[in-house]
C-alpha cells in the first residue's frame, strides 16, 4: 500500500505540471485571440473615421481666343463661290451672316480690297458700302478703289466715301461720271449717292436731272425721289420734273412719285 500511495503520489506530482501547462497554453491563446479582435476593432474603428479626401483637380487646358476673322473669311469665300450662280436660299444665309458681323467683318473687307480678283474687290466693296459711316477703318483703301477698273468697285468705294467730309471730294466727282454708265446698276448707286450729299452743285444736279429720262424704270425713279429730297437746290428741276408728269408715256408709277417730289420741293422752305 505504501508503495501503491508513493506510486500515485509520484504520478499525481508529475502530472500537476503538465495539467499546469495546459492550462497555461489554453490561456495564452485566449489572450491571442482577444488581442486580434481587438486590433480588427481598431483598424475598422480608424478606417470609419477617416474622411474622404477629393481627388486632386486637373488644371484645364487653357482656351486659346477665337480669331473672329476666320469665321467671316469663310462666310466672305462662300459668297464669293457662288456668286456667279447664287443658290436664293443659300446666298441668302451667308449674306445675312456676312452682314450681322459688322464692323468685325472690315479687317477681312480690306484685305479682299486689295485682292487680284475684280470679284473679290466688288462683293467687299459691296459690303463696305453697306456699312456706311462705320466704314471709316476702310477709307484708305477705297480711296484706292476709285480707280479700280470695275465700275460696280468704284461707285460702291464712291457713295461709300461720301460719309468722310475729307474724303467727298474725291469721290463725288466719280460718282457724276458713273451716273451715266452704261450699267443701270451703276447708274442706280450713284444717283441715290448723289442725292444724299449735304450740299448739291449743279453739276451734281445735272447729273440727277438727266437721270429723269433714263432709259430704266429704276433709275428715273430714284431720280425723281432724290430730287424731292434735295428740296430748295432741285427747283431748277421743276420744269424737267412737270414734264415727266404731263408725258402720256410715263408710268402711273413714276407719275406720281413726279407729283410728290414736285410738292415737296415747291413747299421747301429757302
Not at 459691296?126 to 483703301?141: F, S
Not at 480711296?143 to 461720301?162: G, H, I, K, Y
Not at 402711273?252 to 413726279?258: D, G, I, P, S, T
Amino acid at each position: 500500500m505504501n508503495g501503491f500511495q508513493v506510486a500515485t503520489i509520484i504520478c499525481a506530482f508529475i502530472s500537476f505540471p503538465i495539467l499546469h501547462g495546459c492550462g497555461s497554453a489554453d490561456s495564452a491563446a485566449g489572450k491571442s485571440s482577444a488581442n486580434s479582435s481587438a486590433i480588427g476593432n481598431d483598424l475598422t474603428a480608424d478606417t470609419s473615421n477617416k474622411v474622404a479626401e477629393p481627388a486632386p483637380e486637373t488644371a484645364a487646358p487653357p482656351i486659346e481666343p477665337v480669331d473672329p476673322q476666320v469665321e467671316v473669311k469663310a462666310v466672305f469665300q462662300k459668297l464669293l463661290s457662288i456668286r456667279s450662280e447664287p443658290d436664293p436660299d443659300e446666298w441668302l444665309k451667308a449674306d445675312k451672316q456676312l452682314s450681322a458681323f459688322g464692323k468685325t467683318a472690315i479687317p477681312t473687307l480690306i484685305a479682299e480690297m486689295t485682292s487680284s480678283e475684280p470679284a473679290a474687290r466688288e462683293l467687299a466693296s459691296m459690303y463696305l458700302a453697306g456699312l456706311g459711316p462705320e466704314a471709316k477703318d476702310a477709307a484708305a483703301v477705297l480711296e484706292q478703289a476709285l480707280q479700280d477698273e470695275s465700275p460696280f468697285t468704284r461707285v460702291n468705294a464712291a457713295s461709300t466715301l461720301t460719309h468722310f467730309p475729307e474724303y467727298r471730294n474725291k469721290a463725288t466727282p466719280v460718282l457724276i461720271t458713273l451716273a451715266s454708265h452704261a450699267d443701270p446698276n451703276t447708274r442706280l448707286t450713284a444717283i441715290y449717292a448723289l442725292g444724299s450729299l449735304d450740299s448739291h452743285s449743279d453739276e451734281q444736279l445735272n447729273a440727277i436731272k438727266a437721270a429723269l429720262n433714263d432709259t430704266d424704270g429704276e433709275v428715273q425713279l430714284a431720280a425723281i425721289k432724290v430730287l424731292g429730297q434735295i428740296g430748295v437746290p432741285a427747283k431748277t428741276t421743276l420744269t424737267e420734273i412737270q414734264s415727266l408728269i404731263n408725258d402720256t408715256n410715263t408710268s402711273e408709277v413714276l407719275r406720281e412719285a413726279a407729283l410728290s417730289s414736285k410738292s415737296l420741293i415747291e413747299q421747301a422752305k429757302q
